[in-house]
């Protein structure tokens, strides 16, 4: 077991149709501390999540009934700052980047390590437990003809309205902090997403690409969110 589980006791949703994979998971989430549920597919899944506070799912996307990113999308709409990973066998750039697309925090393919998953998940707990304190203090930052609502995870770009996820809004309020100076992939990945720079390499970029599109009138060619050659990103307030 690893060391002390700051967050011992979060109650995790594990929607996987394999068996075998399930019980392992169920059974080291529960030595870490975890409280776990299981579903075997997504009917089960919503239906599981309807009746009981989830803090966290862990998400196949193929399963019977309804996929996961039917699951997630689902969810998202009920639920904006639940934490969600995708744990599957569809390794293509296209299901990643639908599954980023649809909300979810995080996107791990099988086979995986172990240790690897534990911390992915304490790091979205942990983002999950810093992002509480914004329902008490209202944020609404503007820019351009951009409109962020940190208490509520909508925003509005020009006419169009949409909604973003915890993680996002936490990318974001990191960047615009630091406006005007370079942000490293290295910080982002320590300071907003908690786990070790050398554990995740493309993520952050996937990220600023849905930002771009999000909040960019031309993302090819970003005004707000600019990369720097080398060194990482920064936030261009005008």
């Known amino acids: 077991m690893m060391a002390q589980n700051e967050f011992a006791g979060s109650r995790i949703l594990v929607v996987e149709d394999e068996e075998s994979l399930a019980i392992g998971l169920e059974f080291n989430l ?3 501390g975890y409280a776990v549920e299981r579903a075997v ?3 089960e899944a919503l239906e ?4 009981q506070e989830i803090d966290l799912v862990i998400l196949d996307i193929m399963l019977p009934y309804l996929d996961g990113y039917e699951v997630a999308r689902q969810m998202r709409t009920t639920s904006p700052q639940l934490p969600i990973l995708f744990l599957t066998a569809r390794k293509e750039a296209q299901d990643r980047i639908h599954g980023l697309q649809l909300g979810a925090d995080d996107y791990m393919t099988k086979p995986f390590h172990l240790d690897e998953l534990l911390l992915r998940i304490q790091g979205m707990l942990r983002r999950k437990a810093w992002y509480r304190p914004l329902e008490a203090v209202p944020g609404i930052f503007q820019f351009g003809r951009n409109e ?8 509005r770009a020009g006419r169009r309205k949409f909604r ?5 809004a936490e990318t974001l ?5 630091h406006a005007g100076a370079i942000v490293s992939r290295k910080e982002l990945l320590e300071n907003v997403w908690h786990v070790p720079a050398e554990s995740e390499t493309r993520t952050i970029d996937n990220f600023m690409v849905r930002l771009r599109r ?4 031309d993302p090819a060619h970003p005004v707000y969110f600019k990369s720097v050659r080398g060194a990482g990103y920064m936030f261009a307030e005008k």
């Open 30 to 32: 529960t030595r870490e």
């Open 41 to 43: 597919n997504g009917r």
């Open 48 to 51: 599981k999540f309807a009746q």
């Open 148 to 155: 962020i609502n940190f208490d509520n995870l909508s925003c």
């Open 164 to 168: 973003i996820t915890p993680q996002e």
């Open 173 to 177: 309020r990191y960047l615009i902090a």
């Open 214 to 217: 999000y909040f960019e009138a």
